[in-house]
């Protein structure tokens, strides 16, 4: 295998690797995917402003999420279908996330069923939530992931309808995809399909009409916290506070739903879109999804407000290449590169990243007018 060093690697070898459709369908973004590549090089817009004679000969990298202690504030984002890119699937990305300290969500459209991962990966784990027209598969859906020790529910809520991401739309994915999370449901509403059958028919489930008042209706039917996920403006931030919930995930869907949105590590930042300050005036935590590349943008997003980070696409890849150990490893270079980048900003533990640590396009805007 080649040198690898850091998480970009991963994804280079991925490609020569994984059957085109497959990478296609994980890699690709939503049309012309100005939104894919904006999350990425946004963060190269943002610079450090990083202070000396500080004391960084132990750094400390743990955090509190929703109570629950971690390792790192990298957590694994729900992704779905990952027995596509490695036989164990869901199930070796838990064990990877585990093995780091840290948290596995697991997606609705997983190619493993919520109980495998939980009876074969131990660790702290969330299950990200499509609502579906028939609120009752939504019901028991969430009594499984409860039943399972699942700590959070994190619902998609940029997903009215999915994207066109045109690449899929050539490909067409293999006839032997099943989304194990609809194993032991009660589907008597649902067509008598298996296998692409089922994945096609349960994507035309998904409900349009979702709303707030469904936010509200969840928090009925479990005890479990309620994180939304796919806010990017100040004003649904606001409205999500209002209703609980929570954490509140700022994405984008990693580009693949509306093209030609901000990137999110713009939006913990520019105008209107402040979502952290108005989530804050709650103490409701915000973490960040969409273009975590390296430790360097982990920093940054913990700089402008994020509680922590959640990464997608590296995990897949680290995975298809060289399944749990890959992942695993995909973990620690994040890891060891947020860890460089704290000692030689002056930051011994996450406490000390604060937002004078960074310079953004807005900052410089700023200072040129004074």
């Known amino acids: 295998m080649a040198l ?5 690697d991963y994804e280079e070898l991925a490609k020569q690797k994984l059957p085109k459709m497959v990478y296609d369908f994980y890699a ?3 049309e012309d995917q100005w939104t894919l590549k904006e999350n990425k090089e946004a963060f190269s817009k943002i610079l450090f402003r990083p202070r000396v004679l500080i004391d960084v000969s132990h750094i400390d990298m743990s955090t509190s999420i929703l109570g629950y ?3 790192m504030p990298i957590m694994v984002a729900p992704t779905a279908l990952h027995k596509l890119a490695h036989q164990e699937g869901e199930v070796a990305s838990a064990q990877a996330a585990a093995a780091a300290g840290t948290i596995m969500t697991l997606s609705s459209w997983s190619s493993c069923s919520i109980e495998e991962v939980s009876s074969i990966a131990p660790g702290l784990r969330f299950f990200q939530l499509s609502v579906f027209k028939d609120r009752d598969i939504v019901q028991q859906l969430v009594r499984r992931a409860e039943n399972a020790g699942y700590k959070a529910i994190a619902v998609t809520v940029d997903a009215p309808r999915l994207g066109r991401r045109e690449a899929d739309v050539r490909n067409r ?20 399909t298996k296998g692409s059958g089922l994945a096609a028919y349960a ?14 209706w969840l928090q009925t039917i479990t005890g479990l916290p309620i994180l939304v996920k796919g806010v990017i403006t100040a004003e649904d931030a606001r409205i999500a506070i209002e209703c609980g919930v929570a954490g509140i995930i700022v994405s984008n869907h990693g580009g693949r739903q509306l093209d030609y949105l901000p990137a999110t590590i713009s939006c913990l930042e520019e105008g209107k879109l402040q979502v952290v300050r108005e989530a804050k005036g709650r103490r409701v935590p915000v973490f960040l999804d969409g273009g975590i590349r390296r ?8 700089a402008l407000g994020a509680s922590g980070v959640f990464i997608g696409r590296p995990v897949l890849f680290a995975l298809a290449v060289d399944g749990r150990a890959g992942v695993r ?3 620690r270079m994040l890891r060891d590169e ?10 011994a533990s996450l406490k000390d990243i604060t937002r004078d640590r960074v310079i953004t396009e807005r900052d410089m805007i700023r200072r040129s007018r004074i």
């Open 4 to 8: 690898i060093t850091n998480v970009s």
């Open 28 to 30: 690709g973004g939503a």
């Open 69 to 71: 202690k971690i390792s």
């Open 173 to 192: 994915l293999p006839e032997n995809v099943v989304l194990k999370c609809f194993e032991g449901l009660d589907l008597s509403k649902m067509d008598k």
């Open 203 to 216: 994507t035309s489930q998904i409900d349009s009409s979702l709303s707030w008042k469904d936010i509200k």
């Open 295 to 302: 430790g360097t943008d982990v920093f940054k997003a913990l």
């Open 329 to 331: 490893n995909a973990l």
């Open 338 to 347: 947020l860890e460089i980048t704290m000692a030689l900003s002056g930051c």
